[in-house]
């Protein structure tokens, strides 16, 4: 058993969750089907307190998909004074991991939620097991002597109904006896199963006497090797649900052809009138209160331009196309992270996309416009330069240097002031300055002029090139009457740029990340291309920077808007005051709107 739950207070919102703007009034203005199934069950007294669970496989990390089932399982819970478990779904092992399981807790915290009780469908491993004999016993369950491939062919297909397989009559006896030996490990690995007796015949292929246990011997990672027989999904995720008390069983739409599946198990195995079945957990100091669940279906989020196969995820991982499951270009929640994407920016594309039965594609830029309106609120400004020009103010003395007060935020005061330390020698965006400027162009040409960011207006007056005519430096000249304070300042110019001093600018590295495919729906393979063949290529850029002190100081996940160029953050893993190390959240307009137009 689990040792994280008889001692688990009842869940409450989270610091996170709860500082999110407007939480409780959005809780009471949102209105979809779900929440109204909801709001009718607790007015007519059919159920008094709700209760939900979020159930992932420990398998790998979870992915943006399973945040909306996260904010929709645990968002509801809190919405109506309930609470969600967090069920850890272990039945299949050999492809699960403890890395996954703290991972999952761990991205469910980031989010912003806590859990009532931390559960894994083994703690009820012998629940499910007992409850395999019950229905042995009731006539409701056999012990199958045929292989996979045999099992397939007795199946059917869409069309056809599927034939009753030749053990199926075997006596209540045998199939007990032969169950228990299945137990004792007596058999190899898909000699037998144990199937529900149901209806060879139902149009519903779930319906076709499904395999309840399969052999399998092999260790798991909370229960050893105490069990050579594992429950399948369908039959332990509705009984897992059942002895929860879950009240509204959350999924995603393929599950609503298993929705009558779900019931029969949890119909037939009846656990809230057979307390022998669980009794034992309680006395083990389980909170368990067997209930009747009921299944809810809603369309899973699915983004243009990702995938969220967890197969071809781990693929990417495995084949080194990406530097791991929290590589920035990846859509796993770490990887979002690690990008710089905010919990709040995601709980808000949950709330604006909603809950319906009507699987879509959602354009990528909705959610970048989402964190964009996040950070926009939320991370301080700050200058820096990617791609570094020299600019050297000619007019003031070699050695000076002051320090300019700057807002930390130009929308909101409370974030207060910082000191910029400014000098004769500056570096400025290479693309701020044109020798031939296009038309249009307001930045820095030659003879022309440009203010600085809260310094005043400078006249480019002298280019410097080295031997193979690359520009290496601009020599301006500042007009002193337009420093602030001055009776100049007011002087309008079209253009203004950002810049950091070269004397006190930090070396960074700066990682430009961008979506990691090309084309909104990488799995097309229609165009000839495999999705792999799809990687962006300029997914990621490293480039050499320039940072005012202020930025480089940083602690890791700190955000920030870097004037004029995007949203970046400080990365969590390697980024050190010593050696910072900052990756682009995402730009300050959609830009690939503007490639598309």
């Known amino acids: 058993m689990s040792t994280e739950n008889a001692a688990v207070a009842p869940a409450v919102p989270s610091a996170a969750t709860t500082s999110s703007p407007g939480a409780a009034t959005q809780a009471e203005g949102q209105r979809d089907f779900i929440r109204q199934i909801i709001r009718d069950d607790l007015a007519s007294g059919k159920h008094h307190a709700i209760r939900t669970r979020f159930p992932p496989e420990p398998n790998g990390y979870l992915h943006i998909g399973h945040a909306k089932a996260i904010c929709l399982n645990f968002g509801i819970a809190q919405e109506f004074t309930g609470w969600c478990n967090l069920r850890l779904d272990d039945t299949n092992p050999g492809k699960e991991d403890p890395e996954f399981v703290e991972g999952i807790k761990d991205d469910v915290r980031w989010l912003g939620y806590e859990w009532h009780d931390l559960r894994h469908a083994s703690d009820y491993f012998e629940v499910f097991h007992d409850a395999a004999i019950k229905l042995i016993k009731d006539g409701l369950a056999y012990v199958d002597d045929l292989n996979p491939e045999e099992m397939r062919a007795y199946r059917g297909t869409l069309t056809e109904p599927g034939r009753n397989s030749p053990f199926r009559e075997r006596s209540v006896e045998e199939n007990l006896e032969l169950f228990r030996r299945m137990r004792a490990g007596e058999f190899a690995d898909g000699a037998k199963t144990l199937r529900a007796k149901i209806d060879m015949t139902s149009g519903n292929m779930n319906m076709r006497d499904p395999a309840i246990y399969r052999?399998?011997?092999?260790?798991?990672?909370?229960?050893?090797?105490?069990?050579?027989?594992?429950?399948?999904?369908?039959?332990?995720?509705?009984?897992?649900?059942?002895?929860?008390?879950?009240?509204?069983?959350?999924?995603?739409?393929?599950?609503?052809?298993?929705?009558?599946?779900?019931?029969?198990?949890?119909?037939?195995?009846?656990?809230?009138?057979?307390?022998?079945?669980?009794?034992?957990?309680?006395?083990?100091?389980?909170?368990?209160?067997?209930?009747?669940?009921?299944?809810?279906?809603?369309?899973?989020?699915?983004?243009?331009?990702?995938?969220?196969?967890?197969?071809?995820?781990?693929?990417?991982?495995?084949?080194?196309?990406?530097?791991?499951?929290?590589?920035?270009?990846?859509?796993?929640?770490?990887?979002?992270?690690?990008?710089?994407?905010?919990?709040?920016?995601?709980?808000?594309?949950?709330?604006?996309?909603?809950?319906?039965?009507?699987?879509?594609?959602?354009?990528?830029?909705?959610?970048?416009?989402?964190?964009?309106?996040?950070?926009?609120?939320?991370?301080?400004?700050?200058?820096?330069?990617?791609?570094?020009?020299?600019?050297?103010?000619?007019?003031?003395?070699?050695?000076?240097?002051?320090?300019?007060?700057?807002?930390?935020?130009?929308?909101?005061?409370?974030?207060?002031?910082?000191?910029v330390p400014f000098s004769r020698e500056l570096w400025i965006e290479r693309e701020d300055f044109a020798e031939v400027p296009p038309k249009g162009f307001h930045r820095l040409k030659p003879e022309g002029e440009v203010r600085l960011r809260g310094v005043g207006i400078v006249k480019c007056d002298e280019l410097v090139k080295d031997a193979d005519g690359n520009m290496v430096e601009l020599r301006c000249t500042l007009d002193l009457d337009t420093r602030q304070g001055m009776p100049g300042a007011d002087r309008k110019v079209k253009g203004t740029i950002h810049w950091v001093s070269a004397r006190h600018g930090v070396s960074t590295e700066v990682r430009v990340y961008d979506r990691l495919f090309n084309v909104p729906a990488p799995d097309d393979e229609s165009d000839g291309k495999s999705w792999i063949e799809h990687i962006n290529p300029d997914a990621k850029r490293v480039v050499r920077a320039w940072l005012e002190p202020a930025a480089a100081s940083a602690e890791p996940e700190q955000r920030f808007q870097f004037e004029r160029l995007g949203y970046f953050v400080a990365d969590r893993v390697e980024h050190t005051s010593d050696k910072p190390v900052f990756n682009r959240t995402v730009t300050l307009r959609d830009a690939w709107a503007k490639q598309a137009g």
């Open 215 to 419: 052999i399998r011997k092999i260790a798991h990672q909370n229960t050893g090797d105490a069990w050579p027989i594992y429950p399948m999904y369908d039959y332990a995720h509705c009984l897992s649900d059942a002895l929860e008390g879950i009240t509204h069983s959350l999924c995603t739409l393929e599950f609503e052809d298993h929705r009558p599946l779900y019931d029969w198990f949890v119909d037939k195995v009846d656990l809230v009138n057979h307390p022998e079945l669980w009794q034992h957990l309680r006395e083990g100091g389980f909170r368990t209160e067997p209930a009747k669940p009921r299944q809810i279906e809603f369309s899973r989020l699915n983004l243009s331009y990702s995938i969220t196969s967890k197969r071809k995820l781990a693929q990417l991982v495995n084949e080194n196309l990406v530097d791991g499951w929290d590589d920035p270009r990846m859509n796993t929640l770490r990887g979002l992270r690690r990008r710089g994407f905010t919990p709040a920016g995601l709980r808000l594309l949950i709330e604006r996309l909603g809950v319906s039965k009507q699987n879509s594609i959602i354009d990528y830029s909705i959610l970048e416009n989402c964190v964009r309106e996040d950070l926009d609120a939320t991370a301080p400004r700050r200058m820096a330069v990617l791609d570094p020009l020299k600019l050297v103010i000619t007019n003031l003395p070699e050695g000076h240097e002051e320090q300019l007060t700057f807002s930390n935020h130009p929308k909101d005061e409370s974030f207060g002031t910082r000191s």
